[in-house]
């Protein structure tokens, strides 16, 4: 007689382990499709960020050159946080400070520069007291 108790107990916990195993495949099959979905919209996300972030910078670029200087020293601010946010577009932007002000062919003589080319100036020097 024990050993049709100790039989059913066996085959009692062997089911109980086998609906537990299904159960919990069942369950992984539902959320695997909306663990794939998280991670598609993720990819989503920073892909509309990072398309957001370059039209910042362009837009940026072009203002660099605009006759009023509120519009310039907002493009150079701009640069500066998308430099800051974004450490890969970080070289590009500091590339491009450096070669506006070595294109630019700004002489001011004795005069002190305007406050956008000031600006430029001290992001750069930001970054080289950053890498040293």
């Known amino acids: 007689m024990d050993i049709w108790v100790a039989l059913s107990e066996l085959l009692r916990n062997l089911a109980l382990g ?10 992984w099959r539902q959320l ?3 663990s794939s ?12 960020r990072r398309s957001h972030v370059t039209e910042l ?5 072009g203002q660099l050159r605009d006759p009023n200087l509120e519009v310039r020293l907002s493009a150079v601010y701009v640069l500066r946080e998308v430099a800051k946010d974004f450490p890969d577009l970080s070289d590009p932007v500091f590339e491009l400070l450096q070669a506006y002000l070595r294109e630019g062919g ?3 003589g004795d005069d002190e520069p305007p406050v956008d080319i000031r600006e430029i100036i001290r ?6 007291g950053e890498a040293a």
């Open 18 to 27: 086998g609906a537990a195993l299904v159960g919990s495949l069942l369950a």
């Open 37 to 48: 979905q998280a991670r598609a919209a993720n990819t989503q996300a920073a892909l509309a």
């Open 32 to 34: 695997s499709p909306a």
């Open 123 to 128: 992001t750069l020097q930001a970054r080289i």
């Open 57 to 61: 910078f362009v837009r940026a670029v």
């Open 106 to 108: 700004f002489a001011y």
